[in-house]
């Protein structure tokens, strides 16, 4: 079946150091990728996405390109902030499986000023 | 403004006594899914209504019911919660699926506590 595998957490980093989160899928057909960020106490937010291979998802300074040839979808970030620090779950959604989504275990980032 | 708003934002309740989370959309999303979220782990689904059809995953057990009485709201009954229960439950919107996959969005979550 479908699975994404994420990095162990937790990542500690100082502040404007540069970020890698890997994250490899396991899937059948071309999936949708997803990057959720879940900040203390709260919901998840969808921070970027990439629906076909090649695409570069970006937003927040944060980006992430599907790679098909190596089935990853690793989270980058050049600088990272102190409010940068969260829970980064990577997700992807299989094309035979409507909107239904499959998480990763999640990687909490912390960033030290 | 909070698209997807689910009520209360923190609940307690006694082992054993029915509770009910409540979650409500503006976004006129034909699908809505509950997740649960133990510590430090990834949600787990429940099950997810794509309208008004309910679809329950094999492993969520009996003592966790939905309901769904229109577009806008739907419901987590848990008729006798265990300690074991104690979890971030959160709730979650998407389109139609034949409309595209943008994703989900999610709640704020209620952060349940059973005593």
């Known amino acids: 079946g479908d699975s994404v595998t994420q990095m162990e957490g937790p990542v500690t980093l100082s502040e404007e150091a540069f970020l890698t989160i890997n994250c490899t899928y396991t899937a059948t057909g071309y999936p949708s990728l997803f990057w959720y960020v879940q900040y203390p106490g709260e919901g998840l937010q969808l921070l970027l996405k990439?629906?076909?291979?090649?695409d570069k998802g970006s937003n927040k300074g944060f980006e992430a390109t599907y790679r098909k040839e190596t089935t990853s979808f690793h989270l980058e970030k050049g600088s990272v902030q102190v409010s940068d620090s969260a829970v980064y779950f990577c997700?992807?959604?299989?094309?035979?499986?409507?909107?239904?989504?499959?998480f990763g275990g999640g990687t909490r980032l912390m960033v030290k000023p | 403004d909070a698209m997807v708003i689910q009520n209360p934002r923190y609940q307690v309740t006694q082992f054993g006594k029915p509770v009910t989370l409540s979650c409500s959309q503006t976004l006129n999303h034909n699908v809505m899914y509950w997740y649960q979220q133990k510590s430090s782990q990834a949600p787990k689904l429940l099950f997810h209504?794509?309208?008004?059809?309910?679809?329950n995953e094999a492993d969520t057990p009996d003592n966790f019911q939905s309901r769904r009485p229109n577009t806008s709201f739907c419901f987590l009954d848990i008729r006798s919660p265990g300690l074991g229960d104690t979890a971030m439950y959160l709730c979650a919107t998407s389109r139609d699926p034949g409309q595209g996959n943008y994703g989900y969005t999610f709640g704020s979550g209620t952060r349940l506590t059973v005593v």
């Open positions: 209504y794509y309208d008004k059809d309910f679809n």
């Open positions: 990439a629906t076909k291979a090649d």
């Open positions: 997700a992807l959604s299989a094309d035979n499986a409507g909107n239904m989504l499959t």
